[in-house]
């Protein structure tokens, strides 16, 4: 088992900034610089990928997959 590695990061926040009204804590501006936004490692005897981004939304599916064929050891 090795440490979590940062992928990515946050570089400013969301944009176009819409917080979601029906969340407990609303993000406030700036909250999101610097904040992590893929992680990945192993746990125990398979492979981890953690993304708060959603590339699928944004036309950059090719990260999104890629993460997926690492996750799945290809």
Not at 5 to 26: E, I, L, Q
């Amino acid at each position: 088992q090795t440490d979590p590695v940062v992928v990515a990061a946050f570089a400013g926040d969301v944009s176009p900034w819409r917080p979601d009204k029906t969340v407990t804590r609303r993000p406030k501006r700036g909250d999101m610089e610097g904040a992590l936004a893929v992680v990945a490692g192993m746990f125990h005897s398979g492979r981890v990928v953690i993304s708060s981004t959603h590339p699928e939304f944004s036309g950059g599916g090719g990260i999104l997959e890629e993460m997926c064929l690492w996750a799945a050891g290809r």
